[in-house]
């Protein structure tokens, strides 16, 4: 069984003095996420849950001054979510450096190989990238796209927002 102790440093010394540190000390850190709010959801194009529903995308800090991008918790396989994905638009608001990744907000289905072909480009994307960002404060909004025959279309009536602060 692991122990875990904590120790709290005085804010400030009267005389300077080496300390020496045995632990690795964290960076400070800011993020938040607000899910992107789908519209409604109804006839044969719908999607179970309902309308409204919300989709959820996390950033986290990673190496190399970059971020991963995950989609949490993804939705169960329905056929109508074979056409639907998740575009990320990202920006380091302190270099301008911007871009985007898709993800897929769907488990893909676990039917037996060859059987029921799933096919199209939301199911070749995964549910988490990583996006060289720099470091700085990123923003990114999230939104929810659905291919149909005249092009993609945004699904989502509200999109998400994360803020995180990249080191």
Do not use: K
């Amino acid at each position: 069984m692991a122990t875990l102790s904590c120790a709290a440093a005085p804010a400030a010394m009267a005389t300077p003095t080496a300390v020496s540190v045995g632990h690795p000390v964290a960076a400070q850190s800011l993020s938040f996420a607000i899910p992107a709010i789908g519209g409604v959801e109804a006839g044969p194009g719908g999607v179970p849950g309902g309308s409204f529903q919300q989709t959820r995308v996390v950033a986290r800090p990673a190496p190399e001054s970059s971020v991963v991008f995950s989609v949490t918790d993804p939705a169960p396989w329905f056929y109508q979510y074979a056409y639907r994905y998740v575009s990320v638009s990202w920006r380091n608001l302190a270099t301008g450096t911007s871009g985007t990744v898709a993800l897929r907000h769907w488990q893909r289905p676990s039917f037996m190989p060859g059987t029921v072909p799933v096919t199209g480009y939301p199911v070749t994307l995964p549910t988490s990238a990583t996006a060289r960002t720099g470091a700085g404060p990123v923003v990114a909004t999230v939104t929810v796209l659905r291919e149909q025959y005249s092009g993609t279309a945004t699904s989502s009536i509200i999109p998400g927002l994360n803020a995180l602060l990249v080191p």
